[in-house]
């Protein structure tokens, strides 16, 4: 097995809206605000090359929607996903699998595409068949109110047209064990519906990808939770759930939206669960 940081492009988000009821004073310290109070934010994939299968997890925002939209996101740097595939000798039509944590459109945009005149949406990833849950594509479908701005259907409803749309089981408790793409995924319910976090096992290591359950390494104090998230209280209680077992068994944690902290490891103290160690990708995956 192989595993390679896919960089789908950098944005920027409102800090306050990032941290919730943590006043700024506090989160400004690990994740310094623009005058716009607004804080760098990443949209790190994660590929995986494990024999035949080559499996993309989540896709970033993609590129379709318009320029009113994305300027709501401060767009920043040169990254982009098929310049960072390009960089790993690997190209969208070689995807076997997209793997989707959930389906906001920062995690899922880049899924679809437009066609080549622009009169409707094709797969961005013609060969791959794209991974949700029934219960959380049922949740991104029939949207809250509070999330429809967030699962937007041209992002979402073109996967099950295109006949690409598979399901993972679901698990008993939080832990679906072996899935149907070879690793084990918790689930989390705090942020969005049935929210799925990889646990990939690679060279005797687990490898969890964090999705928008520790979205940065400035998110690792247990208040300090999205003003996303739909259930902030139990985003509380699994944040506390995940980082004990990611201690206890030293795990890596790959940090999605983390724009200058790609992997890191916690610990316990007599203060809870802190941070250990920062690694960079290129020195784990190699």
């Known amino acids: 097995m192989n595993l390679y940081a896919i960089q789908a492009g950098n944005f920027k988000l409102d800090g306050g809206a990032m941290f ?12 310094p605000a623009d005058a716009n109070n607004m804080i760098d934010i990443a949209a790190r994939c994660l590929l995986i090359e494990d024999g035949d299968r080559l499996i ?55 899924a679809i595409q437009w066609n080549k005149d622009k009169t409707g949406y ?15 594509w049922l949740w991104a479908t029939q949207p809250n109110r509070r999330e429809s701005a967030s699962f937007l259907k041209e992002n979402i409803l073109p996967i ?7 399901f993972t089981s679901l698990p008993n408790d939080k832990i679906l064990k072996n899935s149907e793409l070879g690793f084990d995924i918790f689930f989390a319910d705090g942020h969005t519906d049935k929210q799925m976090i990889p646990l990939i096992q690679y060279k005797n290591n687990t490898i969890a990808f ?77």
């Open 122 to 136: 094709e797969p961005a990833f013609k060969n791959a068949q794209v991974w949700s849950n029934k219960d959380h």
């Open 160 to 166: 099950e047209e295109n006949g690409q749309l598979k």
């Open 20 to 31: 919730g009821v943590v006043p700024k004073p506090l989160w400004q310290k690990t994740n």
């Open 210 to 286: 964090m999705a928008d359950l520790l979205p940065t390494a400035g998110h690792l104090p247990l208040p300090y939770i999205m003003g996303y998230d739909t259930r902030p209280l139990l985003s509380m209680d699994e944040k506390e759930l995940f980082l004990n077992i990611a201690a206890d068994h030293n795990y890596y944690l790959f940090l999605e939206h983390d724009a200058h902290n790609e992997i890191i490891t916690v610990k316990h103290s007599d203060r809870g669960v802190k941070l250990d160690t920062v690694w960079r990708t290129q020195d784990l995956f190699h």
């Open 56 to 110: 993309l997890i989540d896709t970033g925002m993609g590129n379709k929607q318009s320029d009113k939209f994305f300027g709501y996101y401060y767009q920043w740097g040169h990254d982009n996903l098929d310049r960072s595939l390009k960089k790993h000798s690997f190209h969208r039509d070689d995807i076997t699998d997209v793997f989707m944590t959930h389906l906001h459109f920062d995690h899922s945009g880049g």
